[in-house]
């Protein structure tokens, strides 16, 4: 299959219909007095909309430079740290809860960061509406929620159809490269990954990938390690 032609699992708007079992709760938790200033101060210059369509990456960033989406950075420390230590590459995070938008506009700002932006809405939807296909370097997601409970595993981001949907925004070469502390989700994360159309498993089949020196420790890693979890990667390949 060439780049441009549609995968067959992939119809935008047949996923916006059907999927209604959402991957997050709107957590409660105001904003602080900072993270709020941060919004109004700096959305003007990070913060992107869905409402506005599909993105121009020349446009938004200046540069021809390969794109990065974080689903889900979480207070967006260790998206930030990747921002940083990587100037010549542009990120763009895409996250629910509002005080971490606001954290990550604040440090963007302080960082003097001009290769990352920022949405504030279900992943999902922006990349139906926003993000290109075929037009990933990358898309990470670093422990998502892990819905524990069997009765809620359904609701666990990670399904052969969002498998598809990430295929369809990558590059071929391009990697879905996610993480998570919860040993279960691993598993089902391997499981669906490795039945998944037109991916390679980097780490070869069946393996979890080796943390790269690339990947900060997140938030929730810290947590997971805390509580004495374990911590696994997973980085997939657009083959095809
Ligand atoms: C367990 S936290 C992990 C945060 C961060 N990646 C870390 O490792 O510290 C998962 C995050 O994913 C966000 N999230 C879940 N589903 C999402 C979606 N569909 N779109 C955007 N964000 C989502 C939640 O709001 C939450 O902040």
């Known amino acids: 299959m060439s780049e441009n032609e549609q995968i067959p699992d ?4 047949q996923a916006k219909k059907h999927r209604r079992i959402r991957s997050f709760v709107v957590r409660a938790g105001r904003m602080t007095e900072g993270q709020q200033r941060a919004y109004e101060e700096n ?4 913060g992107l909309d ?10 938004l960033f200046g540069n021809q430079g390969p794109v990065t989406v974080e689903i889900g950075f979480g207070m967006g420390d260790s998206l930030i740290e990747m921002a940083r230590r990587a100037p010549d590459k542009n990120f763009i995070g895409i996250e629910v809860h509002p005080p971490g938008v606001g954290r990550l506009l604040a440090r963007a700002k302080e960082e003097g960061l001009n290769n990352i932006r920022v949405y504030c809405e279900d992943a999902i939807e922006v990349l139906a509406r926003c993000i290109p296909d075929s037009s990933l370097a990358g898309a990470q997601l670093f422990f998502p929620d892990p819905w524990h409970k069997k009765r809620h595993n359904k609701r666990r981001i990670v399904q052969p159809e969002f498998a598809q949907t990430i295929r369809a925004k990558l590059t071929i070469g391009g990697v879905f490269h996610m993480a998570t502390d919860w040993e279960p989700y691993s598993e ?17 089949e069946g393996q979890f990938s080796p943390q790269p020196d690339f990947r900060p420790v997140t938030k929730f890693q810290k947590r997971g390690e805390k509580l004495g979890h374990g911590v696994w990667d997973l980085m997939f390949e657009r083959i095809s």
């Open 188 to 204: 089902h994360m391997m499981e669906v990954m490795s039945a998944a159309e037109g991916y390679k498993n980097q780490a070869g």
């Open 50 to 59: 869905a409402e506005a369509g599909m993105l121009d990456y020349q446009a």
């Open 43 to 46: 959305w003007a210059e990070y």
């Open 10 to 13: 992939h119809n935008p708007e």
